[in-house]
């Protein structure tokens, strides 16, 4: 069983309320008929459900390009779907792995994924 948990005692974060380095938001890009972008919202959605409400996680956007095809050339998307926090990406299908590790790196966390 997957588990994943906050190993708050380890954590050292330098984040103020109105840090501007922090990102704002979680975008997904995603399309109307694409079966992964569900899964992948999905679980971003599990996993920070599951993180410790003390700590500040950007709301999550998505973003349905469907509506706006442009913006597939315009944000340099090479796949759907698309998870961006802040510079960073993971493009298709992300494992929970993958998604923690972003997590972790964009907004300063330690998250602790077990498999």
């Known amino acids: 069983m997957n588990d994943i948990k906050n190993q708050s005692h380890h954590i050292t974060k330098k984040i103020i309320d109105n840090d501007a380095s922090l990102p704002a938001e979680i975008t997904v890009y ?23 409400p003390t700590y500040q996680i950007p709301k999550i956007i998505e973003s349905c390009i469907d509506q706006s095809p442009e913006l597939i050339g315009q944000l340099d998307i090479s796949g759907i779907p698309t998870i961006e926090i802040g510079k960073s990406r993971l493009v298709g299908l992300p494992t929970k792995r993958e998604i923690v590790d972003l997590l972790n790196r964009e907004l300063f966390l330690n998250i602790v994924y077990n498999e």
């Open 30 to 52: 995603t399309m109307k008929k694409c079966a992964f972008c569900d899964l992948a919202l999905q679980t971003l959605h599990e996993i920070t459900d599951r993180i410790n």
